[in-house]
């Protein structure tokens, strides 16, 4: 492999993303018009395109003139069944308020799509009862555009501070590359180098300033991609165990679990956004403790600085124990409880801080005291969970 291909991979989506930036003017009122800016999950307060999982693709899809053979055929049926999707968060990005439920359609559209071009799917997951069921085609087939569906949602659903979607989807890239280092699959070891140089390009205007968003079509197409890296992975060779490709690709795959899990115990529609991910509540936590609301534009970079550490560590994990199962089941189960344990730790000290601070308020205001408590981080008041 020649460092001059991710050097090309690299430009030219700093290029485009940077072509997107320069020419906000002529682009951004869309959304703007359609209220995509006061998201309640936004994590930002200027209005800033949301488009540039555009560069991401054309960056990537610049390898399909620098492979040949085999490599280069995957790439374009891979790049042809991610249309569907990339087609519905493009529209979303641009202000055309294509719902949760047409956005997941097309998700299960392009996995559809990708198994019947690739004519690849999951043949097992190593959990004997499961891998049983797998023998049959169709529940194989069948889970298979599920959880690719999952993962490419996932990937969305982290993507809510600068830097922070992009920078892990270069941690899942490298561990896959890594992994097929290790087993001898070079074409996915290709692939996943290209992504990973595509989304750093995007990077540059992205981190830590925010130049420009990946938005739906590039979060959703990002994740579809490296969940299919991992497919063709998994097929390719039988020493790899899959437990290792759900550490790899662990962080957005455990907060989507934790979304859909709250979600449901508040009696919400799983496809509601809110503002209750584990990356937002270590921005608030700083913005509390520290910083305040009102130096966002500190706390929303140096948020995703904090979590990439605890990002990175399960997809360390996954490239050590890549062909072995125990051990990397054992590994899932620990970083599980680990994410969980922390998430709702975080809540539990977030809510009783809230608690003491609005009790804090109310005493002040009825009279209990002659001074307004000083507050560090801004008035309470503000906050909303």
């Avoid at 300033?209 to 990946?214: A, I, N, S, Y």
Wanted: one cysteine or more.
């Amino acid at each position: 492999m020649d460092l001059t291909h991710w050097v090309l991979v690299f430009f030219s989506s700093v290029i485009v993303s940077f072509l997107i930036w320069v020419t906000r003017a002529s682009h951004i009122q869309l959304a703007v018009r359609q209220g995509l800016e006061r998201a309640v999950q936004s994590a930002h307060t200027t209005p800033t395109p949301r488009i540039a999982g555009l560069s991401i693709l054309v960056g990537f899809l610049m390898t399909v003139f620098l492979v040949q053979g085999e490599a280069k055929a995957t790439l374009l049926l891979l790049g042809t069944a991610a249309l569907p999707l990339f087609i519905a968060g493009f529209l979303e990005d641009l202000g055309f308020g294509v719902s949760p439920g047409w956005r997941l359609l097309a998700a299960l559209i392009s996995a559809g799509l990708a198994v019947a071009l690739l004519q690849a799917w999951l043949d097992r997951i190593d959990m004997p009862v499961v891998d049983e069921a797998f023998i049959y085609t169709p529940v194989a087939i069948t889970s298979t555009i599920l959880i690719c569906a999952t993962i490419a949602n996932a990937f969305n659903l982290i993507d809510g501070l600068n830097g922070l979607a992009g920078s892990i989807s270069i941690l899942s890239g490298l561990g896959l590359a890594a992994v097929a280092t290790q087993a001898g699959v070079h074409d996915v070891q290709y692939f996943a180098y290209a992504l990973t140089a595509s989304i750093a390009g995007f990077l540059v205007l992205n981190f830590p300033h925010g130049r420009v968003f990946l938005g739906d079509a590039g979060a959703y197409c990002t994740g579809f991609l490296l969940s299919w890296f991992a497919i063709l992975l998994s097929n390719s060779t039988q020493d790899l165990t899959p437990w290792s490709l759900v550490l790899i690709l662990f962080w957005p795959i455990m907060d989507t679990f934790l979304a859909i899990y709250r979600r449901r115990k508040t009696g919400k529609a799983a496809g509601l956004p809110d503002r209750l991910h584990m990356h937002q509540l270590v921005m608030r936590a700083l913005e509390i403790s520290l910083l305040g609301k009102q130096r966002r534009q500190l706390s929303n970079p140096l948020a995703t600085l904090i979590i990439l550490p605890f990002a990175a560590a399960p997809v360390l994990t996954g490239v050590v124990l890549w062909n072995d199962a125990r051990m990397a089941f054992i590994a899932v189960l620990a970083y599980l409880i680990l994410f969980a344990g922390t998430y709702f730790l975080g809540i539990s000290i977030f809510s009783n801080v809230k608690r003491r601070r609005v009790i804090s308020i109310e005493n002040w205001q009825s009279g209990a005291g002659t001074k307004a408590p000083r507050l560090r981080g801004g008035d309470s008041s503000k906050w909303q969970t």
